[in-house]
């Protein structure tokens, strides 16, 4: 682990089984290094960043950087200007294998984990969707306790159920304007 585990982009110390970290393209942070060079604010999932040779940068302090590259006009600086922003990630588990970047894909971009639903979760689901298709907070909650799923997974399950049946109906009533009988 030593000579060959992966070890923090700022402060060089290795991860143990239970962190969590933060990917930004080919660099793993801690949580806590997770952080803006010029301010030090520490850069949540959802911020805005840029990734640079000389650090992780809030989109406020990138603009600034930005701005002062391009008005030195120096073609030599190594900070690169025009470097897309990117957006911080939910923290991972550092037990997760780094994903190996592939011909097709860019390597900056994660994949999410599948869910898969056992009967009795989707008959739960199923149940409470027939009696309401909008749960509201307090159901949502209930479902979570009773299936043991993630209140995320619950949410999207719900959308993702809406809309399908949206789609079939639609469909049906396509079919029924062709073929009236």
């Keep these: 682990i030593r000579l060959y585990g992966i070890k923090c982009a700022k402060c060089n110390i290795g991860f143990s089984k239970n962190d969590f970290v933060m990917r930004a393209r080919s660099k793993v942070y801690h949580i806590e290094c997770f952080r803006c060079v010029a301010c030090s604010r520490q850069l949540i999932p959802g911020d805005e960043f840029a990734l640079r040779e000389d650090g992780l940068f809030c989109r406020a302090d990138h603009d600034v950087v930005e701005r002062a590259t391009m008005g030195a006009g120096d073609p030599l600086s190594p900070l690169h200007p025009a470097r897309p922003l990117q957006m911080a990630a939910e923290p991972i588990s550092a037990r997760q294998p780094a994903l190996r970047p592939h011909?097709?894909?860019?390597?900056?971009?994660?994949?999410?984990?599948?869910?898969?639903?056992?009967?009795?979760?989707?008959?739960?689901?199923?149940?409470?969707?027939?009696?309401?298709?909008?749960?509201?907070?307090?159901?949502?909650?209930?479902?979570?306790?009773?299936?043991?799923?993630?209140?995320?997974?619950?949410?999207?399950?719900?959308?993702?159920?809406?809309?399908?049946?949206?789609?079939?109906?639609?469909?049906?009533?396509?079919l029924q304007q062709q073929h009236p009988n």
């Design 103 to 174: 011909v097709h894909k860019q390597p900056e971009k994660t994949t999410r984990v599948r869910t898969v639903l056992n009967e009795k979760q989707l008959h739960t689901l199923r149940t409470c969707y027939n009696a309401n298709p909008r749960p509201d907070a307090l159901m949502k909650e209930q479902l979570v306790e009773m299936t043991g799923l993630s209140p995320r997974v619950i949410r999207v399950w719900f959308q993702n159920k809406r809309c399908k049946d949206k789609k079939r109906s639609i469909l049906m009533k396509h």
